[in-house]
């Protein structure tokens, strides 16, 4: 089965709405001819801009999480109703940061995931182990009990709707980029995960994305990889010189 790539940007904790502004305004035309389906994640305050810059644009927008509850007494949460009030289409759920320093776990991230495909929202749905897992040979382990954890509950016609994002700890932020051997191996195995869990058929069509410290030097040998579907780009995201190149990889 064909795959559509996908790339998307973790704008993550950067961007005034200025900044937004800019640099939005510069992507639009590097990356109008792209082949690869193009989102960018950003801060909630900067939604509303980035869909209005975005409108008639192949670019898609995204949020970088999404609250599980409806509404309701949820201090610094945010809704998928108020996301798609703003015109938002996709959400990270589940990035490594969240899990890092906010608490998220699986079952957080299984929840937020009901949530946003309950509401119609798109989920990319982070995954990946720190550096003490992969070198004590846990990877697969850890990886595994991630995707179970983030798909508990959910029907396969939901799951054929969501973007796993292989995200390796170590690998974010870090300029430090897993092999593209790594990384196929890894991902390959997560596509191996979603079969047991929905069959060959959701497998086949499952978009998964490598994501840490994918930039314009290693995007081509990584999209080269037979299961990597597209890239979660932080850093590489936040210029449009730099996100077109990985963008437009195959141009
Ligand atoms: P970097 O590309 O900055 O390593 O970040 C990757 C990431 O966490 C995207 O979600």
Request: include cysteine; aromatic fraction near 6%.
């Amino acid at each position: 089965m064909s795959r559509r790539p996908i790339i998307a940007g973790n704008w993550k904790m950067n961007m005034t709405r200025a900044q937004a502004e800019e640099l939005i305004t510069a992507l639009k035309p590097l990356v109008k001819d792209a082949k690869a389906e193009v989102a960018i994640c950003v801060p909630y305050t900067d939604i509303d801009v980035a869909v209005r810059l975005c409108a008639g644009s192949n670019i898609k927008v995204g949020a970088e999480n999404v609250a599980w509850a409806e509404k309701g007494a949820f201090t610094g949460e945010i809704s998928a109703d108020m996301l798609l009030e703003l015109g938002t289409e996709y959400v990270i759920i589940g990035h490594s940061e969240r899990r890092q320093y906010f608490g998220e776990t699986d079952a957080s991230v299984n929840a937020r995931l009901k949530t946003a495909l309950a509401k119609g929202l798109k989920p990319i749905v982070c995954v990946g182990e720190t550096l003490e897992e992969r070198e004590t040979d846990k990877t697969a382990d850890v990886i595994k009990k991630q995707i179970t954890g983030a798909f508990d509950g959910i029907s396969a016609d939901d799951a054929a709707k969501v973007v796993v994002a292989y995200e390796p700890v170590w690998a974010i932020g870090t300029g430090r980029t897993a092999t593209s051997a790594q990384a196929q191996e890894t991902i390959a195995g997560i596509r191996a995960e979603i079969a047991a869990l929905y069959g060959a058929a959701i497998a086949d069509g499952m978009r998964i994305q490598y994501g840490g410290s994918m930039n314009a030097k290693n995007v081509k040998e990584l999209m080269a990889q037979p299961d990597i579907d597209g890239g979660l780009i932080g850093g590489a995201s936040l210029k449009a010189a730099d996100f077109s190149l990985v963008v437009n990889y195959d141009a």
